[in-house]
C-alpha cells in the first residue's frame, strides 16, 4: 500500500524576513507570507489531500490554515512537527550566532548531523522525534494522501531518511524556500520512501520568492557555483 505524504514548508514568518533564528520561538507570517500561503493553496486545490497535519506553531498553523481553506478540511496539530528546539538561539539574529557562538555555528553549518543546539535538541534527536511522529501519522492513515506543514529544517532532515541516506547526508540538502512543496511516497510493504519531488515553488515567482530575495542565499548560491567550477 502506498501512502503519500505532501509536506509544505512554512510561509515567510518574522524571523525570516529579520533573520532571526526561530526554532521554537512563535512568530506568525508576513504579508508576503500570506500571499505565498494563498498561492501553494490554490496549487494544492487540485492535488488530492485526504487529511491535514500541521505543526502546532503559529507560522505553521496559518498556512496550514490557507490549504485547510481550501480543501474543506480540519487542521491536526501536533508538537512532534516543530522546528528543531533552538535552546540559546532562539530568536536570536544570524548573524551573532558566529559572534557568541563560533564552535556550535561551525558545527550547525557544516557538520549539521553532529550539531547539539545550546540548550535545545541535538539534531539527531529532533531526527528521532520527526521520523517517530511521521510513522505513527502514516501508520494511522495507510494509503492516503497526508498534507504535513511544518519548517525547513525539520523538512531538510528528514530527506535523509526519505532518500535512503545517513544523517550526515543532511549537508547535501539544500535549504527550501517557504511555502516550497515535497511530495514524498511510502511504501509499507518494503518499509520505504520514494522522493517524488523536492522543494518545489512553481507557485511562486521570483517577486514572491523570500530565500532568492535574500542577500544570503545569493551568496550561498555562488559560493556553491564556484565549488562546482574548482571540481
Not at 551573532?96 to 557562538?101: E, I, K, T
Not at 495507510?142 to 531538510?156: D, E, F, L, S
Not at 520512501?193 to 535574500?214: A, C, K, P, R, Y
Amino acid at each position: 500500500m502506498i501512502t503519500r505524504l505532501i509536506f509544505v514548508r512554512h510561509a515567510e514568518a518574522e524571523g525570516n524576513i529579520n533573520r532571526r533564528f526561530h526554532g521554537w520561538f512563535d512568530s506568525r507570517i508576513t504579508e508576503k507570507g500570506h500571499k505565498q500561503a494563498l498561492k501553494v493553496a490554490e496549487r494544492l486545490a487540485s492535488m488530492p489531500i485526504d487529511i491535514i497535519y500541521s505543526s502546532s506553531l503559529t507560522r505553521t498553523l496559518q498556512t496550514a490554515q490557507y490549504i485547510a481553506d481550501v480543501k474543506q478540511l480540519p487542521i491536526i496539530r501536533t508538537d512532534k512537527l516543530r522546528e528543531i528546539n533552538g535552546g540559546d538561539w532562539e530568536d536570536m539574529p544570524f548573524d551573532q550566532l558566529p559572534v557568541l557562538y563560533p564552535k556550535e555555528n561551525k558545527t550547525w553549518e557544516e557538520e549539521p548531523h553532529l550539531h547539539q543546539m545550546p540548550n535545545g535538541e541535538c539534531v539527531s534527536e529532533f531526527y528521532d522525534r520527526l521520523m517517530g511522529e511521521v510513522k505513527h501519522i502514516i501508520g494511522n492513515n495507510p494509503g492516503k494522501n497526508i498534507c504535513i506543514v511544518t519548517h525547513g529544517a525539520a523538512i531538510r532532515t528528514m530527506l535523509c531518511r526519505f532518500y535512503g541516506q545517513k544523517l550526515e547526508y543532511i549537508k547535501n540538502i539544500f535549504w527550501h524556500d517557504n511555502t516550497s512543496v515535497t511530495v514524498v511516497d511510502y511504501d509499507d510493504k518494503k518499509d520505504e520512501f520514494e522522493v517524488l519531488m523536492e522543494g518545489d515553488t512553481e507557485h511562486l515567482g521570483f517577486e514572491l520568492s523570500t530565500i532568492e530575495n535574500q542577500e544570503w542565499w545569493q551568496e550561498f548560491m555562488e559560493e556553491k557555483r564556484k565549488q562546482n567550477k574548482l571540481k
